[in-house]
Nanobody
Framework: QVQLVESGGGLVQAGGSLRLSCAAS????????MGWYRQAPGKQRELVALITSRASTNYADSVKGRFTIFRDNAKKTVDLEMNSLKPEDTAVYYC????????????????WGQGTQVTVSS
């Protein structure tokens, strides 16, 4: 069974830092894109950052310069380093894997982690 397991959320004061980690498990041949999304109460889920297998990155404007996404293709992990956190960063953060191949010819739909809560107090 292929799944994503997240860790690293918590409560932090404004201006502080947190690092989120996500590991993919199961029989996976490759993952094209890994990323982080977040959903605040009453809002839609939104992209935070993503990274391709070739380390190309894309960030939401709201986190540029504060968040950094890292990836280890061999370990099938993706981390999100979050600095200068603001109360508006409070949300449940979800790890996502897209273009997941179980073999060189078998692709599955995108998969999501269970989510980890990040709360930034003012």
């Amino acid at each position: 069974q292929v799944q994503l397991v997240e860790s690293g959320g918590g409560l932090v004061q404004a201006g502080g830092s947190l690092r989120l980690s996500c590991a993919a498990s199961g029989s996976i041949f490759s993952i094209g894109i890994m990323g982080w999304y977040r959903q605040a109460p009453g809002k839609q889920r939104e992209l935070v950052a993503l990274i391709t297998s070739r380390a190309s990155t894309n960030y939401a404007d709201s986190v540029k310069g504060r968040f950094t996404i890292f990836r280890d293709n061999a370990k099938k992990t993706v981390d999100l380093e979050m600095n200068s956190l603001k109360p508006e960063d409070t949300a449940v953060y979800y790890c996502n894997a897209d273009q997941v191949m179980l073999t060189s010819r078998s692709t599955i739909p995108p998969i999501w982690g269970q989510g980890t809560q990040v709360t930034v107090s003012s």
